[in-house]
C-alpha cells in the first residue's frame, strides 16, 4: 500500500493489520468516489476564497480532479488495494500530479468529515434514483390498471375467495402504495439533506471554513451545524436511508409474492413474459418465476444491512472506525434495491391476463356479501340478512361479476375507483 496518509516516518506497518484494517474498504469506496472528487473540488474552492490557496493553486486542483474524474470513469484510473482508501487516493493522485499545491488539499478537513460528504452525497443520489424507479412502476402499473379497471377477480382474503374484485383495483393498490413509497423517499432525501463537510474531524478546526458556501457549491440547501452530530449521525442518516428503500421493497415484496401464487398453474391468471422468467436444469418442462422471486427477496437484502448497520452503531460520541462497518451494507443494500425496482416497469408492462380464468373463480357464493348489504338496505338488520344468505348459498347464481363490481361505489372500491386521483398524483 502507498503513501499512508498518516504516515509520520518511521512507523511499522505489519501487512495483516493493514490488510485488516482495509478489507474491502477502497473497494467499495469506488461508489463514492465520484462523490468525494466533487466534494473534494469544493471544499478547495472553499480554502481559495479565504485565501489559504491561492486562485492558481485552486484552478490548478480542480484540473487535476477533473482529470481524475475523467481518469476514472474510462478505467484508466483504478481505485485498489493499492490505495487504503479513496481519500488518500486523490491525495496521492494530486501530490503526484502537482507538488505542493497537493500537499495542502487535506488543509481544515478530516478524513472523517471527507467520507460523511461523500456518503452524504451518494445517499441523495440514492434517494433521488428510488423516487424515480418507483414513480416508474407506479406509472407502469397505473396503465395495466386503467387498461382492466374493470376485469373481473376475485378479492382474496385468508387466500380464501371472498368476493367479486377487479385488476384494477388489485393494481391499483400497488400504485399508491408506490406513490407513497416515492413520496417518503423524497422526504428522506430532504431530511439528510444537509452538509457535513467542513466540521473536520468532529470537533471544527481553527480556521474561518466557507462552511455555507461549500455546501451551497454542492447543492445542500443547510449545513449540519454540530460537528459532533454530524459524526454521530453517521450510521443514522443510513438507516434512515434504508429505511424509505425497506418500505418500497416490502410493496414490492407483496406484489412479487401475488405474481408468484397468480403465475401458479394452481391459478394461472398471470402469465409473466419470458424475459422475466428462466428454466430448470433438469425438468424440462419448467418455466420458473425467478426473477419475481429474488424481487420478493430483496427486502430481505435491506433488512439485513440495517441490522449490521444498528448492530454497528453502539458507540460513543465520535468517529470510531467502528463506522467504516456501516458503508459496506448501505453500499450493497441500495444497489440491490435500486436494481431490483427497476425491473418492475417491464416485468408489469410485459405480463399477461387470462381474463377468462378470472372470471370464472368467481364463483356465486362470492355475491353473498353484496345479497347481505343488499338485504340490510332494504331494511333487514344486517346480522339477520347475514344468516338468511348463509342459508341460501346456493341460491346466488343469477348475477354477473361486472354488476357487482358496478355496483362497489363505496368510494376506492371497483364502481369509484378513482384511477384519476393515482394519474393526478403521478403527473404531480
Ligand atoms: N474508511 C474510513 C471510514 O469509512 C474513512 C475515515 C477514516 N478516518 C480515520 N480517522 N481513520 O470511516
New binding site residues.
Given amino acids: 500500500m502507498s503513501g499512508l496518509l498518516w504516515d509520520k516516518g518511521g512507523s511499522a506497518v505489519d501487512e495483516r493489520v493493514q490488510r485488516f484494517l482495509a478489507g474491502d ?1 477502497v473497494l467499495l469506496d469506488r461508489a463514492l468516489f465520484p462523490f468525494d472528487l466533487a466534494a473534494s473540488r469544493a471544499h478547495v474552492a472553499g480554502l481559495g476564497r479565504i485565501g489559504l490557496l491561492a486562485a492558481d493553486e485552486v484552478a490548478a486542483i480542480a484540473a487535476a480532479l477533473d482529470e481524475l474524474s475523467d481518469k476514472f470513469r474510462a478505467r484508466e484510473f483504478v481505485l485498489d488495494a493499492r490505495f487504503e ?1 479513496g ?1 488518500s487516493a486523490i491525495e496521492a493522485f494530486l501530490v503526484g500530479k502537482l507538488g505542493d499545491a497537493g500537499r495542502k488539499v487535506h488543509t481544515g478537513r ?3 468529515d471527507q ?1 460523511l460528504v461523500a456518503l452524504r452525497l451518494h445517499q441523495r443520489a440514492s434517494l433521488e434514483g428510488l423516487e424515480a424507479r418507483l414513480r416508474d412502476a407506479a406509472r407502469a402499473l397505473l396503465e395495466r390498471a386503467e387498461a382492466d379497471a374493470m376485469t373481473p377477480m376475485p378479492g382474496y382474503t385468508h387466500l380464501q375467495r371472498a368476493v367479486p374484485s377487479s385488476v384494477g383495483l388489485w393494481l391499483a393498490g400497488f400504485v399508491e402504495a408506490l406513490l407513497d413509497d416515492a413520496q417518503l423517499a423524497r422526504l428522506t432525501r430532504g431530511w439528510i439533506d444537509r452538509c457535513p463537510l467542513g466540521t473536520a474531524a468532529g470537533y471544527g478546526v481553527n480556521l474561518p471554513l466557507d462552511r455555507a458556501g461549500v455546501a451551497a457549491e454542492l447543492g445542500f440547501p443547510s449545513l449540519q451545524w454540530n460537528p459532533v452530530y454530524a459524526q454521530n449521525s453517521r450510521g443514522k442518516f443510513e438507516l434512515a436511508v434504508l429505511s424509505a428503500f425497506s418500505q418500497a421493497l416490502l410493496d414490492v415484496r407483496r406484489l412479487a409474492w401475488d405474481l408468484s401464487l397468480y403465475t401458479s398453474a394452481e391459478f394461472a391468471f398471470v402469465r409473466l413474459p419470458d424475459r422475466h422468467t428462466t428454466g430448470s436444469s433438469i425438468m424440462p418442462n419448467k418455466r420458473n418465476p425467478d426473477v419475481v422471486e429474488l424481487l420478493r427477496a430483496a427486502y430481505g437484502v435491506v433488512a439485513g444491512a440495517q441490522a449490521e448497520i444498528a448492530a454497528t452503531l453502539s458507540l460513543p460520541s465520535g ?1 470510531h ?1 467502528d ?2 462497518a456501516t ?1 459496506g451494507p448501505l453500499l450493497r443494500a441500495v444497489e440491490h434495491g435500486l436494481a431490483a425496482v427497476e425491473l418492475l416497469p417491464d416485468l408489469v408492462r410485459g405480463m399477461t391476463l387470462d381474463r377468462e380464468r378470472m372470471r370464472a373463480a368467481i364463483t356465486p357464493d362470492l355475491y353473498a356479501t353484496d345479497r347481505a348489504v343488499e338485504l340490510a338496505r332494504e331494511g333487514v338488520p344486517f346480522r339477520e340478512a347475514y344468516r338468511r344468505v348463509a342459508g341460501q348459498l346456493d341460491a346466488l347464481g343469477d348475477r354477473t361479476p361486472e354488476e357487482s363490481l358496478r355496483a362497489r361505489v363505496s368510494p376506492g372500491a371497483t364502481g369509484d375507483l378513482g384511477l384519476e386521483r393515482l394519474r393526478a398524483r403521478l403527473d404531480e
Fill in positions: 474498504d482508501d481519500h478530516s478524513r472523517n467520507v468517529y472506525r463506522l467504516q458503508k
